[in-house]
Structure formats: structure tokens, C-alpha cells
């Protein structure tokens, strides 16, 4: 594409033809449908429900859905709602380690409701972000965003061995050749897709990787089509699935997370205003993608969906493809939406072995903790800034490993001291507030 025609879209109102204006928005779902539903996989696999069940499918079809609805939100637009830009909404990673502990300690119940309020909290932020921001400087984003990668490798490595969680295949199979080798495949084709190819083959690189283990999968006789059989082609939605169950310690530790997810949008808003038409984002837009975004999780929670952000990785098609067009971006949620209502899909996806995933999730597990490093090597490793960091991940990290040494902790608040994410921005925060600067 020629820098005349990257210019002609650099106006986020300007559609392209449809001709084009379909495979680029293809291409944005391709980008991040692997990402987007492996959240909700492992809070269902946290939450005790069955592998392939219909409960973890409906969970999958929600994620897909709002998703869906998510980005509607930010590209349509409505009142203040809304950034106007072409900004992909997705289930995000940063609430994983909260919601896993609460829905293995609490229950579904409670950590949707966490969801639901946690979204609320993150839309009425929309108006005064641009006031707490001082509190969010890289240093504290990056450590966030490095403990979530962190906190996340273990599960992926666990799902690749084949998951303790798996009921399609015997325990004592855990660690052994073949869940590796289908593991490998998802690694070795995604990394040949990403760095071999362009455009939209090397943007789905996990998500054609993760096809290849499950053909791979399929051929050892891992794969279970009996859910796919069983699912209907329509579903309804279900209000409330698990109940109104609320519980402080919960909302409070789904809030700190939605205040840093909210900064990371600031920074995805951004970064797509400069990738896109080479300016900075507005107030407005900043606020706008705010309300988005905590607007779209407090209503996927009312339905059994988790918590939306923006996607980074959709940021860097905008910056790649140079078309700005947020209808482009329209048409990649209206997919999702369409995905999100078709329950064989989401039986498909349930249908997935453990290992499967696994070969994926410790490509995008490790991927998040690279961004967080990414962020963190914005700023001066100064005395000061290493003492927050080293302090800062080794007890959000080491209580995470090391459970037992907050069992006396009451109930939810032990949930959230070994959750890895909450303790280490709680204490990123706390400490580049009070440690002097020299």
C-alpha cells in the first residue's frame, strides 16, 4: 500500500471498499480470537467445571459475544461512550489470575458479580482518568503486566502436559510424549506462520498453529466431537447464570486490576491515534474508550462473560495496513458477534485438547510477559526503581508460589495476596508513591 493510500484512510469515519474493508476486518478477529477465549477456558477449568461441558461452551460463546458487542461499543459509539477509533475489544489476560482464584475459592457467583460492579467502577473512571494517571507510570504498568506473563507461564506449561483438569485423557499420561508433540506443533507452526509470512497469515499465526495441534490431536485420537454433535446452531442468553453473589474483598481486587486495565487502553488509544493518523489521542477519545470499556465488561458479566480490554495486538494492524477506518473494526465485531451466538463454535473450541491450548497460551503467556518487560525498558533502572521492582514481584510472585504463607489470611483476602497481579500492583503503587525520587 502506497503512502497516498495509507493517508487517504488515516480519517477514522473514511470506510474502504468492501472489497477491502471485509479482510481487514477478518484479519483483526484472526488477530486475537485466540487470545480472547483462552480466559474463559481457564476460570471454567479454575471453576470446576468439566472440560467440553456445556457450561465452559456457554462461557466461550459469551467471550466471543461481548467481545463482540465490546468493540461496537468503542467503534459506533454512543453519548460519550466510545473512542470512535478503530480499538479491538477482547476478554482480557490481566483479570485471569484474580478471577481464577476467586471462581476456585468463591465460586462463579462471585467473581462475575466482581465483574459486573468492577465494570461499573471502570466506566464512571471515564471521567476522571486523566486525573489518576500520574498514578500509573510505566514502571508500575510494566511490573503489572510482567507478573500477569509470569503468573500465567505455569498454567500454560501444565495444559501442555496435558492438564490436571483433563477429563478426555488419563492422569498418568500427564508430561508424556504425545500431549508434548501436540503441544510442539501449536509452537513450532505459529512461529513458522508469524515470522515466514505477511499480512493476515502471520496476524492468525497462533490461531493457525492452534488448528495444526488440533488436527495433530486429532490424529492420535485426542479429540471428542461428542459436545459438537450435541450443540445447537442458536442459544440464548442466560441472565445472571450463576447468581448475584457479592463479596468485598472480590470487587476490590477486580477493581485494582480494571484501574490498570483502563491505563493499558489509555496506551492502546494512543498508540492507534499515532499508528493510524500519526497525532496524539483526544480527551475525548481517551474518556470515551474508557466508558467503553467498562461498560462492555459490566454487561458481559451480567450474562456470564469476563471482563473486556482492548487488544494490543490489533493495534499494530493499524499501524501495519495504515488504515485508520474504525468501520473496518466494525465489521471484525460484528463477526465476533455473530460467532458469539453460535453455540457449535464455541463446542468446537470447548472440543480442543489441554495440550492444544497449551502450545498456544505458552506462546501469548510468554508474549505478555515480553510487553511488560517492553514497558519497563522505557524507564532508568535507577537504585530507586529496582528496589520497587525487585520488591514489588517477589512478594506478589512469592506469595503465588509460596500459598501457605498467608493461610491465615481471611478467605478472599489469601485469594487475592496470591494472585500475583493484585499484590504486585498494589505495591508498585504504593512505593513509587512514597520512596523518594533521589
Not at 480470537?33 to 471453576?47: H, L, R, Y
Not at 509452537?187 to 488436527?215: Q, W
Not at 485494582?256 to 494512543?270: L, P, Q
Request: proline letters at 4%; glycine letters at 14%.
Amino acid at each position: 500500500m502506497t503512502d497516498n493510500a495509507m493517508g487517504s484512510y488515516s480519517d477514522p469515519n473514511i470506510t474502504p471498499p468492501m472489497g477491502q474493508a471485509a479482510p481487514l476486518g477478518l484479519q483483526h478477529v484472526l488477530a486475537m480470537f485466540a487470545s480472547n477465549v483462552t480466559p474463559s477456558i481457564i476460570v471454567a477449568g479454575a471453576a470446576g467445571l468439566q472440560f467440553g461441558g456445556t457450561e465452559q461452551v456457554y462461557l466461550i460463546q459469551m467471550a466471543m459475544l461481548f467481545a463482540g458487542i465490546a468493540t461496537l461499543f468503542q467503534t459506533i459509539g454512543f453519548g460519550p461512550v466510545g473512542a470512535r477509533l478503530p480499538i479491538m475489544q477482547g476478554t482480557s489476560f490481566a483479570f485471569v489470575g484474580v478471577l481464577a482464584g476467586i471462581a476456585a475459592t468463591q465460586g462463579l457467583g462471585v467473581a462475575l458479580t466482581s465483574c459486573i460492579i468492577g465494570g461499573l467502577i471502570h466506566f464512571a473512571l471515564g471521567s476522571v482518568i486523566a486525573n489518576i494517571r500520574y498514578l500509573f507510570p510505566p514502571l508500575v504498568t510494566g511490573l503489572v503486566i510482567l507478573a500477569i506473563g509470569l503468573y500465567l507461564v505455569p498454567v500454560g506449561i501444565k495444559y501442555a502436559a496435558g492438564g490436571a483438569a483433563d477429563f478426555q485423557m488419563a492422569a498418568e499420561s500427564f508430561g508424556s510424549l504425545m500431549h508434548w508433540t501436540v503441544a510442539l506443533t501449536v509452537i513450532v507452526v505459529a512461529l513458522g506462520f508469524k515470522f515466514m509470512t505477511k499480512g493476515i497469515l502471520s496476524n492468525a499465526a497462533i490461531l493457525l498453529g492452534l488448528i495444526a495441534g488440533y488436527l495433530v490431536a486429532f490424529m492420535f485420537g485426542m479429540v471428542n466431537f461428542a459436545a459438537v454433535g450435541k450443540a445447537s446452531w442458536v442459544t440464548g442468553l442466560q441472565t445472571l447464570p450463576y447468581g448475584f453473589e457479592f463479596n468485598l474483598g472480590a470487587v476490590i481486587g477486580v477493581t485494582i486490576v480494571s484501574i490498570v486495565s483502563a491505563v493499558e487502553t489509555i496506551g492502546d488509544t494512543s498508540a492507534t491515534a499515532k499508528a493510524g493518523a500519526g497525532r496524539e489521542a483526544t480527551d475525548e477519545e481517551i474518556s470515551g474508550a474508557t466508558y467503553a470499556d467498562g461498560l462492555g465488561t459490566a454487561v458481559a458479566g451480567v450474562f456470564g462473560g469476563l471482563p473486556n480490554t482492548s487488544f494490543s495486538q490489533n493495534v499494530g494492524i493499524v499501524g501495519m495496513t495504515g488504515i485508520m477506518s474504525r468501520h473496518v473494526v466494525t465489521i471484525a465485531g460484528a463477526i465476533m458477534v455473530i460467532c458469539g451466538l453460535i453455540p457449535k463454535i464455541g463446542a468446537i473450541i470447548a472440543s480442543m485438547p489441554l495440550p492444544v491450548l497449551g502450545g498456544g497460551v505458552i506462546v501469548m503467556f510468554g508474549m505478555v510477559a515480553a510487553a511488560g518487560l517492553n514497558v519497563l525498558s522505557e524507564i532508568k533502572m535507577s537504585r530507586r526503581n529496582m528496589i520497587i521492582i525487585a520488591l514489588s514481584l517477589s512478594i506478589g510472585l512469592g506469595f503465588n508460589l509460596v500459598p501457605s504463607a498467608v493461610q491465615y489470611l481471611p478467605g478472599i483476602w489469601k485469594t487475592l495476596a496470591t494472585s500475583a497481579v493484585a499484590p504486585t500492583a498494589f505495591l508498585a503503587i504504593i512505593l513509587n508513591q512514597i520512596l523518594p525520587e533521589e
